[in-house]
């Protein structure tokens, strides 16, 4: 027999007690299972990310699933992807005190083909404008406002600014040889272009170590990779930092390298860095991905009346960059390194 025990008294216990067997006896007299059934209109998705590096830019949006139909049957139908009438209007904000915004045209392209995937649609179906947002550290948008219309719907609106481009300060911008010894660190320092702008939520450098290895048939490169991203602001007041270790170094080579009998020599080649700087939508976009929520609600979006995400991101690389003659010496009689047969002779 089921137990109520919040029940204080015996008459309530067995009032409670006749109640859950009439229920039971209902459900279980029932010739067909329930069907429950939860009504949604599909809701309007937009994405964007806006690169500085580039001047041609695409804007996808699409729509969310309903509950009232089987998805796997939905997916075969073509325009479950897209809505059937699309207005995009799409406007910028120029630098400066006194600016206005400014229309520009905006493209409807249906693309190549996309991957095979859960939805029968085949192609890629996006929107498309034109516009240079700076030129080194020129920067000729503010800010990038889209308004779009769906018959049935409010209207969406995004607005994002484009954040600030990345200054190096370590090493210099002409800056051709590193120097990594046990007692002396590789040390990289960046920052914004301009200190009055928001600092970047979110930082990833990618720093890469070419070795190239002497073979009877010729030479091979190797790559041996650092990556580190960081967070909202940096623990140092005005500039962010990654520091090597000699000893790191040594770990990441260790670890990435295979020693292989064919290698005549391995000679130490080009070292490159490529740096990324997002604002916080991307910080909240990429943690919600990871999981950083319970998906009871939207964590991420944006968009007025719709979900999804208008985002600025911006690149800054460097390359032929070698180390010096002091750090090739000591890295070719580091005993751990032996069996890579490194040679001094700069490549």
Known sequence: MVEFPFAESNDLRKLLEILFLAVLFFCLGCETDPIISISSKPVPVIYAVFDDLDSVHNIVITKSFGADYNPANEARIFDSLFFDEIEVEVEYLPPGWRTEWQAIDVQHNVGVKKDSGFFSYPYNEYYQFNLPLREWKRKFVDSIKIEVRIPGYEDLIGKIKIID????????????????????????????????????????????????????????????????????????????????????????????????????????????MHMTGGDNFMVQYMKYLEGYNDYSFDGYSNIQNGLGILTSVTHFRKKDMYFDFETRKTLVDENRLKKFKFSRRFE
Do not use: C
């Open 165 to 272: 481009s990345i200054t190096i300060s370590t090493p210099k911008f002409n800056q051709k040889y590193v120097y990594l010894v046990p007692n002396s660190s590789f040390k990289i320092h960046w920052s914004n272009s301009m200190p009055w702008e928001e600092p970047h939520a979110w930082s990833e450098i990618d720093v890469s170590f070419e070795f190239i290895e002497e073979l009877d048939t010729g030479l091979r490169s190797k790559w041996v990779h650092f990556q580190n991203t960081q967070y909202f602001l940096s623990p140092h007041e005005k500039y962010r930092e990654l520091s090597i270790t000699y000893e790191e170094f040594i770990t990441k080579v260790l670890q990435e390298l295979k020693v292989d009998d064919k290698v005549k020599y391995t000679y130490l080649g080009e070292i490159k």
